[in-house]
Nanobody, 126 residues
């Protein structure tokens, strides 16, 4: 089971740190990705970032490079997404997801991931 936390309301230019905690899994056997669904885009979830099992491979969407940082603490079964310099285009429901692919963490794309959290909302005011 995956559970996100850390969402909320922030002003444009502000920061948030999201956390994804897992239970019932061997954490270092799964890669984790962060996805987001913007308001009005009910079907589409954009892959934001992902991190491989041991953290050696990390990917970011071009839209967040230089502003978002993903990390994991396998001792705490938690993956973090540090977000700085947020803007209104970052406003979305953010989801973490897990996959057992043996290497890497995918592109990431939705179809590559099997387990999903319920999401946490990030609201950015201008």
């Amino acid at each position: 089971r995956l559970e996100e936390s850390g969402g909320g309301l922030v002003q444009s230019g502000g920061s948030l740190r999201l956390a994804c905690a897992a239970s019932g899994a061997t954490w270092d056997e799964i890669a984790v990705g962060w996805f987001r669904r913007a308001p009005g885009k009910e079907r589409e979830r954009e892959g934001v970032s992902c991190i491989s099992r041991r953290g050696e491979i990390i990917r970011y969407a071009d839209s967040v490079k230089g502003r978002f940082t993903i990390s994991r603490d396998n001792a705490k079964n938690t993956v973090y997404l540090q977000m700085i310099n947020l803007n209104t285009e970052d406003e979305a429901d953010y989801y973490c997801a897990a996959t057992r692919i043996p290497e890497g963490c995918g592109q990431p794309e939705e179809w590559e991931y099997d387990y999903w959290g319920q999401g946490t909302k990030v609201t950015v005011s201008s």
